[in-house]
């Protein structure tokens, strides 16, 4: 491209260029200097559109750099992009013009080293140990002789063939085998969805214990077991876990998780199932041990019999004399029998003739009866008629005391009736009526009724209140004027209080 400055002060020589072209060049430019690059920064801002699209941005101490991954990208990307993370990111440069920002489309993602790696890890152990996903006291124990184990491993590789010969040499078991991919892109979530599916089999198919196992490898391949999916899977899983991963060095995150750690994947194996030979040499040593102490016991229990034996009593003397005295008591008791007969015989003689001649008292009885019987009907009558003589009296006294109440009360008031005559009364009255024509008398002395007969006048307001002073009078005051025989109206027209020229004529 010339070089578009201007030569001189005009600048009508410079060439005219839209916006549109101006960010294309740019974008061109962009795109063929730089091409394919490696940028290694820490992740920030990310965030996940519903179109699929990761939009995040890379950053060191002292610049950043925005970034996309396209959907289709996502799944070839290598890891699971999270804020924090340092990665070295694969792609191209480009610009985006609307924005005349420029950014990297990144086609792939790696760990910025064991260092970013071992970080993320630690932080994630640190969280789930916290949630309690490590602690003992939620780990299985392992079955006995499981009848089922299931395997979730890769089909391909040594590690399926070193389980299946050690469980043929030490007890053929039936085997369950789910293939995965054991690293790379996908691989965390296919151990997920394997160990989600084995627990999810019927009782009669479920396995009695799962392995989950892997060969050796760097820290980068044996990231999926380092995945939070992969752990979350092994810690809701109702069937005891073994975890095979890597070798006896190498330690991941399922490690804490699983109910066994076993160091390779032939060690699980021989943690899954016991040997033929050493269960049936421990039962014939605990079949001999228990014969041995049958037999010890047997022994002890002879021993202790005979010991019983001799401090037992002599059995046949004992019955002997046992059988002489039931004898003598049997001959004692035909004996005295008879006379112990004959002695309640005579006791109860003797009693008899101490009881009183019932029949003699039944009769005696009767005829106490009969003759109370006969003086009652004879006493009966006689009751009657005193009870009647008595009844009568009582009667005769009622009425003669009835009548000399009567006549008492009637006396009584005979005498209150004479005492009450009209001649005190009419006394009081008079003396009552003297009384008052006392009281009129001097009422009507003071009275201003009998003022206003000499000639006076009463002056009131319209209302009724009395006017004693000129001075209270304004001209045109209406005012009421009572004489002793009625009353006129009067209108004040003016004067000075002690001028008697300004007095109403009467």
Not at 113 to 141: C, H, M, N, Q, T
Not at 188 to 202: E, K, T
Request: contains cysteine; charged residues 25%; proline residues 6%.
């Amino acid at each position: 491209m010339d070089d578009p400055r201007p030569t001189g002060l005009n600048a009508t020589n410079l060439p005219e260029f839209t916006v549109s072209e101006i960010s294309g060049a740019i974008k061109r430019t962009l795109e063929g200097e730089f091409g394919r690059v490696r940028v290694r920064g820490e992740i920030t801002e990310m965030k996940r559109y519903p179109s699929g699209h990761i939009y995040f941005s890379l950053k060191d101490e002292g610049a950043k750099l925005s970034g996309i991954v396209w959907r289709t990208s996502v799944a070839r990307l290598g890891l699971t992009p999270e804020n924090g993370v340092e990665v070295i990111a694969t792609g191209r440069i480009s610009a985006y013009g609307e924005r005349s920002s420029y950014q990297l489309i990144v086609e792939r993602m790696d760990y910025a080293g064991a260092g970013a790696l071992l970080a993320r890890i630690e932080a994630l152990r640190v969280r789930l140990a916290a949630e309690g996903l490590f602690d003992a006291s939620r780990k299985l124990p392992l079955p006995v002789l499981p009848r089922v184990i299931g395997v979730v491993t890769s089909e391909r590789g040594a590690v399926i063939q070193d389980i299946r010969t050690t469980i043929l040499r030490r007890f053929p078991r039936n085997l369950l085998v789910w293939p995965v991919a054991v690293q790379g892109d996908g691989a965390a979530q296919q151990i997920a969805d394997a160990i989600a599916g084995f627990d999810a089999l019927p009782e009669g198919m479920r396995p009695d214990v799962l392995i989950i196992a892997r060969g050796g490898g760097s820290l980068e391949d044996l990231m999926a077991f380092n995945e939070e999916i992969v752990l979350r899977a092994v810690a809701a899983c109702r069937i005891p876990l073994i975890s095979a991963v890597g070798h006896e060095t190498d330690t991941t995150l399922i490690d804490f998780v699983s109910d066994r750690r076993a160091p390779t994947p032939t060690a699980a194996a021989e943690m899954a199932i016991p040997a033929r030979a050493d269960l049936l040499a421990d039962v014939a040593q605990k079949a001999a041990r228990l014969a041995g102490a049958l037999a010890h016991v047997t022994r002890e229990r002879r021993l202790r019999l005979l010991h019983a034996e001799r401090l037992l009593p002599d059995l046949p003397s004992l019955l002997g004399t046992a059988r002489q005295r039931l004898d003598d008591r049997g001959d004692r008791l035909v004996i005295a029998l008879p006379h112990l007969l004959e002695r309640r015989r005579a006791a109860l003689a003797a009693f008899g003739g101490r009881l009183p001649d019932l029949p003699a008292m039944v009769v005696a009885a009767r005829e106490r009866v009969r003759d109370r019987a006969g003086r009652l009907v004879l006493a009966l009558p006689n009751l009657v008629t005193l009870r009647g003589h008595a009844l009568g009296l009582a009667e005769q006294r009622l009425f003669s005391g009835l009548r000399q109440a009567v006549g008492a009360v009637h006396q009584r008031a005979g005498r209150i009736l004479g005492r009450l005559t009209d001649g005190p009364p009419r006394a009081a009255l008079r003396e009552a009526r003297a009384r008052l024509d006392g009281t009129a008398a001097r009422l009507e002395s003071v009275s201003p009724l009998a003022v206003l007969a000499r000639g006076y006048a009463l002056v009131t307001t319209p209302a009724g209140a009395p006017i004693t002073h000129a001075a209270g009078v304004k001209p045109g005051a209406r005012m009421r004027l009572r004489f002793a025989d009625g009353e006129v109206r009067a209108t004040a027209d003016g004067g000075r209080p002690g001028d008697r020229q300004g007095m109403l004529p009467l």
